[in-house]
């Protein structure tokens, strides 16, 4: 995917490890991914498969005993796993911005929101404080918040839900990033209110001609907004395709179950199909495919031999047993 064009955000054989009493937890495990301008790429998969930790390794926001064991992760060609603090503050907010979870947890609630974006401005644009708050202002507004001048005064908890991620927005957005990491955008929303911040994320980018990483579990989502899919889990990437060729023909278990889970519109009542089990912890992981002891279609050489990304056809790559006949 892209493979001729070059890529604004290259991360390549990423490992990250937190520590614990029972030594280092991997919690991603040797990924391979490129992001060009303007383009819109998804990191799909369940709770605890490492999508999250990649963005905040991407923006060095780890916890302090979280770590890149290895791996790069090239930004513009600068390797971001390898710069000093003061250097990615300069990228953080400026080049890169995120769109957090929980915005009720990642705005201040004691400053009000206008103080907030003002503060990010006066950071990397070096205006006034006076010439910041007129900039957050007009940026409240042009993400679609009414009476922004007003709002730009209020406190997080006075805003609604859907507000208040269009004021993360406003923040992430307000120095022009080249790149937005969007983590689960639309989580806790109702469906009007989410179709309306992708709606809103589409416009921006454009505008903006920047790239954006969705990271979600709802392939719904995937459908309607990204170009490009990368499939993740236990810490690796499974699939990876085009997303129209993802949903054509999905080639990983992990991908058919995903789907399969999914409602459909126009089957309301429909039974959906449940993924068995749950994703493993990563101190007990097997020593081949993590999926195999969910999988419908486990082979018996699964659980002991781990297999590799291999490309089965233009743009379309799988780590599975079931496909590895087929590879070229």
């Known amino acids: 995917m892209n493979g001729t064009s070059s890529a604004l955000l290259e991360v390549s054989q990423l490992k990250i490890e937190f520590d614990s009493e029972r030594g280092p937890v991997p919690a991603v495990r040797g990924i391979d991914f490129r992001i060009v301008e303007g383009e819109t790429a998804a990191l799909v998969g369940e ?8 963005a905040l390794a991407i923006l060095r926001l780890l916890v ?4 890149i064991a290895a791996g790069s992760i090239r930004f513009g060609g600068v390797d971001l796993a390898t710069l000093d603090e003061p250097a990615m503050r300069r990228v953080r907010g400026a080049q890169i911005g995120m769109v957090f979870q929980e915005p009720m947890t990642s705005l201040n609630p004691v400053i009000t929101i206008g103080e907030q974006i003002a503060e990010v401005i006066v950071l990397h644009r070096k205006l006034s404080k006076s010439a910041a708050m007129s ?3 007009a940026m409240l507004d042009r993400v679609g918040i009414p009476a922004a001048a007003r709002r730009a005064k209020q406190y997080p908890h006075e805003l609604s839900g859907g507000m208040k991620q269009r004021a993360m927005i406003a923040m992430a957005l307000v120095c022009r990033p080249r790149l937005l990491l969007a983590d689960e955008p639309t989580t806790a929303l109702d469906v009007t209110i989410q179709a309306q911040i992708l709606a809103l994320l589409k416009s921006l980018q454009a505008e903006f001609k920047m790239a954006i990483l969705l990271i979600t579990h709802d392939l719904g989502v995937v459908a309607h ?3 490009n899919v990368h499939v993740m889990y236990a810490g690796k990437i499974v699939e990876r395709s085009s997303t129209v ?5 999905p080639m990983h278990p992990y991908t058919l179950a995903l789907i399969a889970a999914q409602p459909r519109p126009g089957h309301a009542g429909e039974r959906l199909e449940a993924i068995p089990g749950r ?3 990563p101190l007990a992981l097997p020593p081949g495919c993590a999926f195999s002891a969910r999988c419908k279609s486990v082979l018996a050489r699964c659980p002991a031999d781990l297999p590799e990304l291999r490309e089965h056809g233009a743009d379309h790559s799988v780590a599975c047993w079931l496909h590895e006949q087929a590879a070229p």
């Open 47 to 54: 709770s605890s498969c490492g999508k999250s930790v990649t």
């Open 64 to 67: 302090t005993t979280g770590r």
């Open 135 to 137: 900039e957050a202002v």
């Open 225 to 227: 907004f990204a170009e």
């Open 245 to 249: 060729d993802l949903f054509r023909s």
């Open 279 to 281: 994703v493993p912890m």
